[in-house]
């Protein structure tokens, strides 16, 4: 242990840490409105996302971009359908493939949460550009400590 360091602060750090990661899981998991009288999920509003930047792409594509099966892919785009949000549209390549695009409610929750994120995103590059240089040096390699811990986390099944 290094010296004027006591186990307390480590314990400290570790149990702060580990709230900010609960409070950010809580803060993502939480359903929003986004633009439209509907509360979409993270999930579903990142698939809304996945759709207005790359309209026209079908559900394999979009499994893949996603990292998600081709029945999860297909599941979500049909709640979303569902929810006024996305239209299928036979593609012009072949008949049995579709495209995917937004609808206007759909383009309206995309602008939505990009305008979320823009607002999300100016209170924490407010708070990191006013960092002394060096504090951000020492936290960029903590953080980057704690990636590699959580990846011997993920990949230890005990």
């Known amino acids: 242990m290094k010296a004027g360091k006591s186990m307390a602060d480590y314990k400290h750090i570790s149990s ?3 709230r900010i990661v609960h409070k950010y899981n809580q803060a993502e998991n939480r359903k929003r409105y986004y633009g439209t009288d509907l509360l ?5 509003i990142h698939t809304v996302v996945e759709v207005g930047d790359h ?28 929810k006024g949000l ?13 495209c ?15 305008r979320y994120h823009a607002q999300t995103n100016n209170l924490f590059f407010t708070t990191l550009r006013e960092m002394p240089e060096e504090t951000m040096r020492e936290m960029e390699k903590l953080l980057t400590e704690f990636d590699k811990i ?3 986390q993920m990949k230890d099944p005990k």
């Open 16 to 18: 702060l840490m580990e």
């Open 40 to 44: 979409l999920s993270r999930t579903e």
């Open 55 to 82: 309209s026209g792409l079908n559900i394999t594509s979009l499994a893949q971009r996603k990292g998600i099966t081709k029945g999860a892919a297909s599941q979500m785009i049909y709640k979303l359908v569902d």
């Open 86 to 98: 996305i239209r299928k549209e036979v593609s012009p390549v072949s008949d049995t493939e579709v």
């Open 100 to 114: 995917l695009t937004l609808t206007e409610a759909g383009q309206a929750a995309y602008e939505a949460h990009q």
């Open 150 to 152: 959580l990846d011997i």
